[in-house]
């Protein structure tokens, strides 16, 4: 149980360009998902907390008219990167906390999403 | 702020014992989680820890000590498919359910 999709697994595209990422969580209802970036042999830094019908919360230095979050339903979250330009390029990795998850609160990671900027 | 801090890099042969150790600093604690991420993939969960003492499952157990800010992941009888990095995130009461993340311990293990 508690598993979590990405799509897509890999994207590349052009400078100046969009993107979307969508996270699933398959088996499970989750009223918070998280986004977070990770640089190669970095840590996660987390980007912004997405609240099911309500306007997603970001970390400070995150631009909010650039990452756009979107978390439509129960089991879906989607991050749109606006304007990609090549410093964008990375590892995007979404979690999701389960509605029933108790007193801990665990999140389950997607597999990420590798984004190239050309 | 939040401050977590876990040694960069370590190295350890199959069939030993290893502590990857991690200490932060948090004005509102409220919980240290370990994961483990292999290369180029998402974070399994491996553990939580809210109250003192040590939480075992398995070949991993971990340790926690709030009034010394201070954590530890123990794994023993190591597997070459432990290679991985470990990740020790801590989540602050102000935060709410988000975790804030060290820079992670990358774990080598070798025959």
């Known amino acids: 149980g508690a598993v979590v999709s990405q799509h897509p697994s890999r994207v590349i595209c052009k400078s100046g360009t969009s993107v979307k990422i969508e996270c699933r969580s398959l088996?499970?209802?989750?009223?918070?998902m998280f986004w977070y970036r990770q640089f190669p042999k970095k840590s996660l830094m987390l980007m912004a907390t997405?609240?099911?019908?309500?306007?997603?919360?970001?970390e400070q230095g995150v631009e909010k008219d650039k990452f756009l979050i979107n978390h439509a339903s129960l089991t879906l979250s989607t991050l749109t990167v606006t304007s990609a330009h090549p410093e964008d390029s990375s590892f995007y990795i979404c979690s999701a906390i389960p509605v029933l998850a108790g007193m801990t609160d665990t999140q389950y990671f997607g597999p990420g999403t590798r984004l190239t900027v050309l | 702020g939040q401050n977590i801090d876990q040694p960069t890099e370590m190295t350890a042969t199959e069939g030993a014992i290893v502590q990857i150790n991690c200490t932060y600093q948090?004005?509102?604690?409220?919980?240290l989680f370990w994961y483990q991420q292999h290369a180029g993939e998402a974070p399994t969960f491996l553990s939580y820890n809210v109250l003192d003492g040590l939480e075992e499952k398995g070949r991993f157990s971990s340790f926690l000590s709030r009034s010394k800010g201070y954590s530890y992941l123990l794994l023993k009888e190591l597997q070459m498919k432990d290679s991985a990095s470990y990740l020790c995130?801590?989540?602050?009461?102000?935060?709410?359910?988000?975790?804030?993340f060290g820079k992670g311990t990358t774990l080598s293990v070798s025959s």
């Open positions: 088996d499970f209802q989750a009223t918070t």
């Open positions: 997405s609240n099911e019908g309500s306007k997603a919360t970001y």
């Open positions: 995130a801590v989540r602050d009461i102000q935060a709410g359910t988000a975790l804030i």
């Open positions: 948090t004005s509102g604690f409220n919980g």
